[in-house]
């Protein structure tokens, strides 16, 4: 299987600097983010391999195993790695199967036999692999948020019954930005294993929200106008993530405009832009009409006689 270089993935120097390579992450991160190819599996492999790339060159203890021992050096084991400060929960957000991302940087330890840490063994030496013990296997479950929630991130708290054991409560940090269906792995958290313990894999559930809806990281909401106000124009006051927001109805304004709030949407996070907020225009005809009005509109629809499906459909036949 051919090696994957962290350098090589973000495109950066072995001599690059920690700025170069937090600018390299965050140009490939913001262009193979899921949210920007919806269904693009090779876009959700190459941000996978451009997360793994960076946390391992991002840590300067990371960076200098691997330079010191590539991909012929003693193979540590892959799950310290991933694991935080002692009495830290390590918490990421992912977009899809697991699998591949462990597999990504195990490849750089995977020659421990070839040579040791007290440099190579002598020619035609032979030595037989220590026996590799087996991983817990990982648990899977489910939380739910509010959408307020999910777009400034929370709290929760996971209690896992051990067979026969005490409840094990373990606190989980829901990034901000995170979207219906999406993951958040916990390392180290799963089932106990004859080697290092699985991993807790939490699957974020968003409820709805009353009036905004959320496509990638852009909301929008619908803003009811009167005939009036659409035609001549109103400065109206709209609701946002962060409170009302006063916005300017242009004057013959159509219904199904959408007037945008740059970065009023999902909030931005280290590799993606914040959103923005569409307002989109829902023009409301009036259900009853006094006489004096009904004489009104007609004296309007006289002194405008437009036919605004003229030429649209073609000639009648």
């Known amino acids: 299987m051919q090696h994957k270089?962290?350098?090589?993935?973000?495109?950066?120097?072995?001599?690059?600097?920690?700025?170069?390579?937090?600018?390299a992450y965050r140009r490939l991160a913001k262009q193979h983010h899921p949210d920007r190819n919806p269904g693009d599996k090779a876009a959700e492999r190459r941000?996978?391999?451009?997360?793994?790339?960076?946390e391992v060159l991002s840590d300067p203890q990371r960076r200098a195993e691997y330079d010191r021992f590539g991909a012929g050096g003693?193979?540590?084991?892959?799950?310290?790695?991933?694991?935080?400060?002692?009495?830290?929960?390590?918490?990421?957000?992912?977009?899809?199967?697991?699998?591949?991302?462990?597999?990504i940087f195990e490849q750089f330890f995977s020659r421990g036999a070839a040579a040791g840490r007290n440099g190579p063994r002598a020619r035609g030496a032979r030595r037989s692999a220590p026996p590799v013990e087996a991983?817990?296997?990982?648990?899977?479950?489910?939380?739910?948020?509010?959408?307020?929630?999910?777009?400034?991130?929370?709290?929760?708290e996971i209690a896992l019954a051990a067979?026969?054991?005490?409840?094990?409560?373990?606190?989980?940090?829901?990034?901000?930005?995170?979207?219906?269906?999406?993951?958040?792995?916990?390392?180290?958290?799963g089932q106990h294993g004859l080697g290092s313990r699985g991993d807790l894999i939490i699957r974020v559930r968003v409820a709805p929200h009353p009036w905004f809806r959320r496509e990638g990281r852009d909301l929008f909401v619908d803003l009811p106008l009167t005939f009036t106000e659409a035609?001549?124009?109103?400065?109206?006051?709209?609701?946002?993530?962060?409170?009302?927001?006063?916005?300017?109805?242009?004057?013959?304004?159509?219904?199904?405009?959408?007037?945008?709030?740059?970065?009023?949407?999902v909030p931005a996070d280290r590799a993606m832009e914040a959103g923005d907020l569409y307002v989109v225009?829902?023009?409301?005809?009036?259900?009853?009409?006094?006489?004096?009005?009904?004489?009104?509109?007609?004296?309007?629809?006289?002194?405008?006689?437009?036919?605004?499906?003229?030429?649209?459909f073609g000639a009648a036949s």
Do not use: N
């Open 5 to 23: 270089d962290p350098y090589q993935i973000l495109g950066v120097s072995r001599t690059a600097t920690e700025a170069e390579i937090k600018t």
């Open 47 to 54: 941000f996978k391999e451009v997360q793994a790339a960076y």
């Open 74 to 103: 003693p193979r540590p084991d892959f799950q310290s790695w991933g694991a935080a400060p002692h009495g830290e929960q390590s918490v990421r957000v992912d977009f899809g199967d697991f699998g591949d991302l462990t597999s």
């Open 135 to 156: 991983a817990g296997a990982d648990i899977e479950t489910q939380v739910d948020v509010s959408f307020d929630e999910a777009l400034r991130g929370c709290a929760r």
């Open 163 to 189: 067979p026969g054991g005490p409840t094990e409560r373990i606190a989980v940090r829901v990034p901000p930005g995170v979207g219906d269906g999406q993951r958040i792995r916990v390392r180290g958290q």
């Open 231 to 265: 035609a001549l124009g109103a400065r109206v006051e709209v609701p946002t993530p962060d409170g009302p927001a006063r916005v300017t109805i242009p004057p013959g304004t159509s219904s199904g405009t959408k007037l945008r709030l740059r970065g009023r949407g």
């Open 281 to 312: 225009i829902r023009i409301e005809a009036p259900r009853e009409l006094t006489p004096r009005a009904r004489e009104l509109l007609e004296e309007l629809a006289r002194e405008m006689p437009r036919d605004p499906r003229a030429g649209l």
